[in-house]
């Protein structure tokens, strides 16, 4: 059964700081990953999507990468700011239509 | 261009109402989703709709029902609500199964 774990669950760094997030998965068996953002009380939002083909994706600030055969994917934020604030969540799809959802890395980006 | 939208945004029951959670989007998506989201849990898949027509369970079906009314809606029902389904229900759509899923704001539901 696919796992995903996210750590730290909260993260607090000062503004202008470069940033990792982490996502491990148990089953390498993967067809993609999505990382998400969540604001409080609010839905998500997409911000990138990996195929299993593909080793990264980079949108703006952000660039993420896939490492199937270690069951790792990691969130690079470049030059963080308060508006960064947030949580992030990566969610893996196996073989069915199912999103696998990790809890989450609570972000605050500190002024 | 909403986007997905979905009703009401917050709703309490007391134990054995029944309710529906509506959603739709205007995306011409083929692919719906329900979620929902508890504390320390992670989003947990109830339903999902492949394409108009069809629906699948997901990995916490129990309690719910769903129906896809067309391509543009899909809807949410607890038949009997209990306790333990409160929580914050989300719900998505994607063009295909391999795509970006798009969330609607979500519907906070408190079961007294």
């Known amino acids: 059964k696919q796992e995903v774990t996210q750590i730290p669950a909260a993260l607090s760094v000062p503004e202008g700081e470069n940033l990792v997030l982490n996502c491990s998965f148990t089953?390498?068996?993967?067809?993609?990953l999505q990382w998400f953002r969540q604001d409080p009380g609010k839905g998500l939002t997409s911000l990138l999507l990996i195929q299993s083909s593909q080793r990264e994706q980079t949108s703006g600030r952000l660039n993420a990468s896939l490492d199937k055969s270690s069951g790792r994917s990691t969130l690079y934020i470049a030059a963080s700011q308060p508006g960064d604030s947030a949580t992030y969540l990566c969610?893996?799809?196996?073989?069915?239509?199912?999103?696998?959802f990790g809890t989450g890395t609570r972000l605050k980006v500190l002024a | 261009n909403a986007g997905v939208t979905q009703t009401p945004k917050f709703q309490v029951l007391k134990t054995g109402q029944s309710m529906t959670l509506q959603c739709a989007q205007d995306?011409?998506?083929?692919?719906m989703y329900w979620y929902r989201q508890d504390p320390g849990m992670g989003l947990r898949l109830i339903y999902y709709?492949?394409?108009?027509?069809?629906?699948d369970k997901g990995e916490v079906p129990n309690g719910y029902n769903v129906s896809r009314l067309n391509k543009r809606e899909f809807s949410l029902r607890l038949e009997s609500a209990a306790p333990s389904q409160t929580s914050v229900y989300f719900c998505?759509?994607?063009?295909?199964?391999?795509?970006?899923?798009?969330f609607g704001p979500g519907t906070r539901l408190l079961v007294l």
């Open positions: 995306m011409n998506h083929n692919s």
């Open positions: 089953d390498s068996a993967i067809y993609n």
């Open positions: 969610a893996v799809k196996g073989g069915t239509y199912k999103y696998i």
């Open positions: 998505a759509s994607s063009v295909g199964f391999q795509e970006t899923q798009y």
């Open positions: 709709s492949a394409s108009e027509g069809t629906t």
